[in-house]
């Protein structure tokens, strides 16, 4: 066991500075020890540093946690934090803690030291630097509970602590809670003994968790610390397990703290947590047995819902993929009934992180879509979804859908560092997927150039119908219609005399909606759907047309002026000229793709696809360059064969240009430090 270091002073003395009027006035606490604290006093003073001081301080203080416990928001989708209030949030309450300061003050200076309450006030004194998050202040306050208030011999003289010269017992640190019955009735029980569980958070918060462990073994093998503060050292020696990641621990050690709840709510909390934290530890069924228990306690839906989720997910009876499918199958039936209609996105994610256990991203990205579509007023749930169907998509190398995810998370709701990282790979996808849409785009058009006429001819009327009828507007330029010229026409008006609401009506109901049909078309259901790119973004979504090819809309969307058969055709390269020009924009876009796939995104793998893309489809040479980033992602892949040869061809190819010379020596030509080596 490691020693904990001590302090040792004698006792303390109070030097008051007090204000003008009372500069020569001596107060009660200056006037210790000049008599006798007979017991009537002793009776007044209890009486008045309880009910005027004590009562008010402690009761501001616990409203400060209540408050701070109300304004949690729990995620039970991931870890809880141990605790259900933050230190950042009392922390805000500054001038109430200032508050609960200055009446522990007032209360010491005001009465005699000598009564009952002294040593409660400092203690709600150093828990109120805790709150404030002053924790050197508290430690210090803490340390001198621990010291001002240890036994003393008869005449005054403080005892050593931990030995047995004078009668102390050797191991043992804490203060013996023998009182008699009218000091339980009349008075705390000692402070002394609270101030080292408090002294043991304040020691995890600063990081000193060697010294809190010592702190905590003393205390658990001392023969005097009291039966009612057992509990409490559970909690801290959990919280100490939890702060180090050492899950299982902190869970056996939280289960035997489960009597320091205040509430039902906060142990079904508590329960919950356990149930995490033996998941963590792949203790799977005493994960199921706490999180039965925590149902079984809870007064919060979101809880009750999220531990049915993670019940059916802990249940691992037969083979892996025999429980993940019997799993996902309840998980299914479950979505499906009324009572978890606003819960559908927790159980489509919970359904795709069980694909995902197994690797079956297709099936996870399918589910992780389903939630993503219960909008709820929880953001972090949809966040959380967008977030997960994001990186998988970036982690495949899938790009286009990467950024289309990321655009749709509310980073404002995000811990920094992950809004940080979002929006970083926010600028550098929208980048490269500009580059992999010109190449789509332009192959696109090459590959409807080479139609037939007559088919190219249909798939384009057919795309401007499509595209026209989206807009809102008929095959012809200008749609017939009774109304003056430009005024859209009114579904809602009828001839019809019968006084009824519209909506009362069915049969106006059913030819105003055929209206609305004929004049707009099938409407996406968005907002802003007057918008062109909302247009073209539902018309993606179109199935395959008869000749089995999409109707692909992104061909035209920056397409300017009336939507017409002519503008269209004007875009395709239908001249050797036009086909130049597509080409080399499909040319300049895979180069550029290679460099940002190496310098942004250190994607290896796409280089070397995106290399032999190029290869592929223009046959003459790269430039150095462009070899050179190949090699180098070759050899970063482990492909030495492909390396050498891309090496050989700069060799042959491009003998004293920058990159051969890099590639050949593993020195830059060009560094101002002959002797430094390449570097990535």
């Known amino acids: 066991m490691v020693a904990q270091s001590l302090h040792a002073q004698l006792g303390f003395d109070l030097d008051i500075k007090k204000p003008e009027p009372y500069d020569n006035r001596e107060l009660k606490a200056e006037k210790t020890g000049d008599k006798k604290l007979k017991a009537h006093k002793r009776f007044l003073q209890n009486m008045t540093t309880h009910y005027n001081y004590f009562f008010n301080a402690n009761t501001k203080l616990n409203e400060i946690i209540d408050r701070a416990k109300s304004a949690q928001k729990e995620d039970y989708a991931s ?15 500054s001038a109430l803690l200032d508050s609960v300061i200055a009446k522990s003050k007032t ?47 008869k005449d005054g ?29 009349l008075s705390e029980p000692p402070s002394r003994n609270d101030a080292f569980i408090w002294q043991v958070r304040t020691m995890i918060q600063q990081g000193a968790i060697p010294e809190a462990g010592s702190l905590i073994a003393t205390l658990k093998n001392d023969p005097v610390f009291p039966e009612r503060l057992k509990g409490a050292l559970e909690e801290v020696q959990a919280y100490w397990f939890y702060k180090q990641k050492i899950w ?23 329960e919950y947590l356990a149930a995490q934290l033996f998941e963590r530890s792949n203790l799977f069924e005493q994960a199921k047995d706490y999180y039965t228990k925590s149902i079984g306690h809870t007064t919060d839906p979101v809880m009750d819902i999220y531990a049915r989720l993670n019940l059916i997910r802990s249940n691992k009876e037969g083979e892996e993929n025999e429980a993940i499918d019997r799993n996902i199958a309840d998980l299914i039936k479950m979505a ?60 495949r190398h899938d790009y ?38 010109i190449v789509e785009r332009q192959d696109s058009l090459q590959r409807i150039a080479l139609l037939p006429e007559n088919e190219r001819t249909d ?71 007057r918008r062109f790119s909302d247009v073209a973004a539902e018309l993606r979504k179109n199935e395959l047309t008869n000749s089995g090819r999409p109707v692909d809309t992104a061909l035209f969307a920056d397409a300017e002026g009336p939507i017409s058969y002519d503008v269209f055709l004007a875009r395709l390269p239908l001249t050797p000229e036009a086909l130049k020009v597509s080409n080399d924009s499909i040319k300049r876009s ?56 891309l090496k050989k061809l700069l060799l042959e190819n491009y003998p004293s240009q920058r990159e051969t010379i890099i590639v050949a020596t593993g020195k830059d030509p060009q560094s101002t430090q002959p002797s430094e080596e390449v570097t990535k």
């Open 79 to 93: 870890l809880l934090p141990f605790y259900n209030y933050s230190l950042d949030v009392t922390a805000a309450d």
């Open 107 to 153: 209360a010491i200076v005001l009465h005699d030291l000598r009564n009952d309450w002294v040593d409660n006030m400092y203690m709600l004194w150093g828990a109120s630097y805790y709150l404030k998050q002053q924790y050197d202040s508290a430690y210090q306050m803490f340390q001198f509970i621990n010291y001002a208030f240890a036994e003393k011999e």
């Open 157 to 185: 003289f403080y005892r050593y602590i931990g030995s047995s010269m004078d009668g102390n017992k050797a191991t043992s640190i804490a203060t013996e809670e023998n009182r008699s019955l009218p000091k339980k009735i």
């Open 248 to 270: 299982d621990s902190s869970a056996h050690h939280l289960i035997n703290a489960l009597g320091e709840a205040k509430t039902k709510q906060e142990r079904a909390r508590w």
């Open 336 to 395: 499906k009934k009324d009572k978890y209609e606003e819960y559908r996105d927790a159980i489509y994610s919970m359904a795709a992180q069980m694909e995902l256990e197994r690797g079956n991203f297709g099936k996870a990205q399918e589910y992780l879509m389903m939630a993503s579509k219960y909008k709820t007023e929880d953001v972090q749930a949809s966040n959380r979804a967008y977030l997960q169907l994001a990186d998988l998509s970036y982690d």
């Open 400 to 437: 286009k859908n990467a950024v289309s995810f990321y655009d749709s998370i509310k980073i404002e709701n995000l811990p920094t560092a992950d809004a940080e990282r979002i929006s970083e790979r926010r600028e550098i996808l929208s980048g490269i997927v500009a580059h992999i849409n």
């Open 459 to 529: 798939y384009i009327k057919r795309l401007v119908r499509q595209m026209r009828r989206q807009q809102g507007l008929k095959e012809e330029d200008v749609v017939k219609t009774s109304k003056k010229p430009g005024e859209i026409p009114d579904p809602f008006t009828s001839d019809q005399k019968k006084g009824e609401w519209y909506f009362y009506n069915k049969t106006l109901k059913s030819s105003g909606a055929a209206t609305f049909k004929q004049v707009w078309g099938t409407r996406p259901n968005v907002d802003n759907w």
């Open 590 to 645: 895979l180069i550029s793709l290679i460099g940002m796939y190496l310098n942004e995104l250190e994607d290896y793998q796409s280089v070397t696809e995106t290399y032999e893309e190029l290869r592929r489809r223009f046959p003459e040479m790269p430039s150095a360059e462009v070899v050179g980033q190949a090699y180098y992602s070759y050899n970063k892949l482990g492909n030495a064969a492909k390396a050498a040869e």
